[in-house]
């Protein structure tokens, strides 16, 4: 048929350079690809910010943060 019943994977691309001078300054590019998403902005996107959080050393600082 059309497809209704297909697992999704979702996927989120992006790029980072922190703007704080006390913690490391590399940019970082990441792609993220998740089997059985709801969708990039929900699944994907928000592990991305874990990685780019844990790389650079920083904390949540909010919601979306």
Known sequence: GNGANLAKNVWFVGYATPEDDSIRQEPLAIA?????GESGAETAAPRAGDILRAFYGTRQTGEGA
């Open 32 to 36: 993220i690809i998740i089997e059985n």
